[in-house]
Each structure stands twice: as structure tokens, then as C-alpha cells.
């Protein structure tokens, strides 16, 4: 590996590079586009982020979720190295190329369910969400969807709308796409009652929410993320996800697992799913698929695939031959060097340190996650009210020492953890070592 995997703050963060390039940012960059951590990248690999001062930040985000691989991982360089010199693109819906089958193929055979499958590819998460819900409408002739609280799905029209939280993702952009409907998730530590009776009486609601205000017979598709990303890492109590998941298969309803954030090895499997045995009738994937490279997928049963008239489903830019090339190098990069086994290990490392933290420190009132997809979540001592203003302070404190954390939650108390799964033990020891600093100087 070229990066040294070493931790080095050299200048203050951001240092003097990365401000006057922030400052170009601000007249050039709409605003809106947001900036969580403004050191400006000049490489990356394993688990360390280099910026344009020299400073070396252990990376606990994989610019979430995505590098799980590492930046630049050698088999993804090289593969997209050859595509870029053979061909950039020619339109898969005008002439074909084999990388888009291979990369179908794989994504047929790694989902869960030995069932006949297809696949379809795009360029981002949302755009996958759209497609799986235009497949489950075609399919099943209906149209209401239900999503759940606490979720995320996207930006785009459909998808915010499938999107729970306001700020940022939904404030102002409306009218919003019709026939979606909420339903309570079943998350462990704000049921009500207490985390042992949340699978039952959440699946309660649920399927009394939608008998009664939506009707099974008017009901396309349920759609999930088996880990909550951007809700706050929320894990739906065990039982919960098989319950809904045959519930719709008795009424005809196409049952979606959101794996963008979860998938390709994130949580200790290839797809979360499989820790509970689920079969979902169609995943999505993105973020992880491809090593950094924008690629989308939407992959299911055959029948469900299938039934969309032909021309129905793609997109000048989808399933991209170079996009393509880096997905299949990163698959065999997880495949060969067994990155599920390493999110495994990754957890083993992680959890009983933010276990000992959460003992340490009133503050965590919640440790959670699976694999290398981890999270605590922030609260007022003796109570579950949320604290996002330490949450805010315990990351920047981090960022300060060379540590890139995320943030989560619909209430923006949750730290996150999603170390790419090549990280060494060294470097994720220290960035545990320098969270518990934040909380001893914070919390
Ligand atoms: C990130 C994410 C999306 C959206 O993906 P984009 O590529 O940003 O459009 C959808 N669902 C989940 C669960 C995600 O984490």
C-alpha cells in the first residue's frame, strides 16, 4: 500500500490548504451541498484519508459505507485502469459489453435465495429504490408503498418521499411523490414498552396500519433497510424483518431489503438479510458494490424482474463499463481476501470497547450494529432524551485529533462507525483510543 497506515496531524484541522480551498469552495460550490469535515483529500488507502496539509485522518466513514474495500484498492485500480484505456462507454441499451452480465451475474448468485433471479444496474442508491419500486408496481398492479420510520432511502422525488427525516433531506422540496405510506420500525431502544416486546407489537401495528389505511389488495411493495444507515444504525428487533417479510409474501406484497448501506460485506455478511435468514423478493445495492465508483443495482426474482415491458428500466449512464469492471474487482476483492470475515473481526474489536465506553460514560445509551457498520447513541444521563449538541462536540473533538467520524439519527445523536473492512487493528485501536478521549474530555 502507497498511504502510510499511520495516524499524522502535522497542521490544525483543517489546516491552512484546506481552508483556502474551502473558501474557493464557497463561491464556486452551491451551498447547499454541505461539507462535514473540510480537509480536501489528496489520497487515500486502507484506513487512512491524506489531505492536501500532509495530515494523515484514520478513517472510520469509507465516505460512508462505500470504500469498503479501501480507496484505491490495487485489483480496483487495475481493473478500472484497462476498461478506461479499452472503452469509457457505449450505452448498454444500445451496444452491449460482457462487464454488466458478469457484474449481474455475481449480483444473482451473492443475494440471498438460490430462487431464479435477474438484475438490473444504475448509478446511485436512489435511482435503484425508484426502479425496484417501478418493478413492484408493473409486478403486482398496485401502487401503494410502505416505508418505515427512522428510514432512509434517498433525495430524489420518489425517494425522499420514502425518506423519513425532514432536516436535511425533505425541507421545503415537497410535493412529494403520493401512495407512500409510514408504518413504526421496530427500533429496540425507544419501544415504548421495552426492547422484548418490539418485534411483536411493532409487526402488530404495522400490519394493522396497513390493513387499515391502506388495504393489502392496493399495497406494491413493503421496503426496508435490514440495518437502518442514515436513521441511526437502528438494528429492527430480532424476528421482526421475518415476519414482515412472509406477512407479504401471504398477500401478494413485493417485500424490498434497502441493502445499499448494509450490503457487500458491511455487516459481517454479504447481505445483512442473511443473519436473519431472509429472502427478500428484491434487494438494492450500491455504495459498497464497486469500490468508489458509482454503481447501482436493482436484483430480484425473475417473475417480479421480468414482467416490466422491455425499454421500461435504464439510463444513459447504467451499469457503466468502467463502473462495471470496478465492481467485479472489488467483489473478488472481498471474495479472496474474505471481507466478510473481516467486518466480523472488525466488530469483535469494536463492540466490546464501546461496550466499555457505554460503562464508562452515562452518556451512550445505546451500543449497536453489526460487523463494521457500528453506533452509539447519545442521550441525557437517566433519561433517553436525546443529545445531538454532544453528539455534534464528541465527533468535531475527534476530526481534531485525525479521526473521520460520521454522525446519524433522526434525532442527529447517534456517532456512527463504518471503518473500511481493510483497516488494521493498530489504526482502529488508536481511533477507539481517541474516542474514548472525546467522551473523557466531553461527556
Ligand atoms: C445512501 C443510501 C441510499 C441512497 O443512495 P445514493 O447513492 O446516495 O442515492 C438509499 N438507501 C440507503 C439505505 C442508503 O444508505
New binding site residues.
Given amino acids: 500500500m502507497t498511504v502510510p497506515q499511520q495516524r499524522l496531524v502535522k497542521t490544525s484541522i483543517p489546516g491552512p490548504r484546506s481552508v483556502e480551498l474551502h473558501a474557493r469552495k464557497a463561491s464556486a460550490v452551491a451551498s447547499g451541498v454541505g461539507t462535514m469535515l473540510p480537509v480536501y483529500v489528496e489520497r487515500a488507502g486502507g484506513g487512512i484519508v491524506v489531505d492536501v496539509d500532509g495530515n494523515q485522518l484514520i478513517d472510520f466513514g469509507s465516505g460512508?459505507a462505500v470504500v469498503s474495500v479501501g480507496n484505491a484498492a490495487p485489483r480496483v485500480v487495475a481493473a478500472v485502469q484497462q476498461q478506461v484505456a479499452e472503452f469509457t462507454h457505449t450505452c448498454f441499451m444500445i451496444t452491449p459489453y460482457e462487464g454488466y452480465i458478469a457484474v449481474a451475474e455475481k449480483l444473482n448468485e451473492l443475494t440471498p435465495g438460490d430462487h431464479e433471479k435477474r438484475s438490473a444496474l444504475f448509478n446511485?442508491?436512489?435511482?435503484a429504490?425508484e426502479n425496484a419500486i417501478k418493478i413492484a408496481r408493473v409486478h403486482t398492479g398496485r401502487q401503494a408503498v410502505v416505508a418505515f420510520d427512522h428510514a432512509?432511502?434517498?433525495?430524489t422525488n420518489l425517494?425522499m418521499a420514502l425518506t423519513a427525516k425532514n432536516m436535511p433531506y425533505k425541507n421545503g422540496f415537497g410535493p412529494f411523490a403520493s401512495e407512500i405510506y409510514r408504518v413504526p420500525m421496530a427500533y429496540p431502544y425507544r419501544w415504548p414498552t421495552g426492547p422484548e416486546r418490539c418485534a411483536e407489537e411493532a409487526f402488530g401495528e404495522f400490519v394493522e396500519l396497513v390493513h387499515t389505511q391502506v388495504g393489502e389488495q392496493n399495497t406494491a411493495a413493503v421496503i426496508i433497510?435490514p440495518i437502518q444507515?442514515?436513521g441511526g444504525f437502528v438494528v429492527p428487533a430480532p424476528g421482526f424483518l421475518a415476519r414482515v417479510a412472509s406477512w407479504c409474501a401471504e398477500h401478494g406484497i413485493v417485500f424490498i431489503a434497502?441493502e445499499?448501506?448494509t450490503g457487500f460485506c458491511r455487516t459481517g455478511d454479504w447481505f445483512a438479510c442473511e443473519y436473519e435468514d431472509v429472502v427478500p423478493d428484491l434487494v438494492t445495492a450500491?455504495?459498497g458494490i464497486a469500490g468508489g465508483l458509482p454503481l447501482?443495482a436493482v436484483t430480484g426474482r425473475a417473475e417480479m424482474m421480468d414482467s416490466v415491458h422491455v425499454g421500461g428500466l435504464g439510463g444513459t449512464y447504467g451499469g457503466n463499463p468502467v463502473a462495471c469492471a470496478a465492481a467485479l474487482a472489488a467483489i473478488e476483492t472481498m471474495r479472496a481476501d474474505d471481507l466478510c470475515g473481516a467486518a466480523r473481526r472488525i466488530e469483535s474489536v469494536m463492540l466490546p470497547r464501546l461496550a466499555a465506553l457505554a460503562n464508562k460514560y452515562d452518556v451512550i445509551g445505546d451500543v449497536r450494529g453489526r460487523g463494521a457498520m457500528l453506533a452509539v447513541e447519545l442521550v441525557v444521563p437517566g433519561t433517553k432524551d436525546p443529545d445531538p449538541a454532544l453528539t455534534a462536540t464528541l465527533s468535531a473533538a475527534c476530526h481534531q485529533q485525525g479521526l473521520i467520524t460520521l454522525t446519524a439519527g433522526t434525532f442527529g445523536n447517534v456517532l456512527r462507525f463504518l471503518p473500511p473492512l481493510v483497516i488494521d487493528d493498530t489504526l482502529l485501536n488508536e481511533g477507539l483510543d481517541i474516542l474514548d478521549a472525546a467522551f473523557a474530555a466531553s461527556a
Fill in positions: 460512508i446511485s442508491g436512489a435511482e429504490v432512509y432511502h434517498g433525495r425517494t433497510e444507515g442514515e434497502d445499499i448501506q450500491a455504495k447501482a
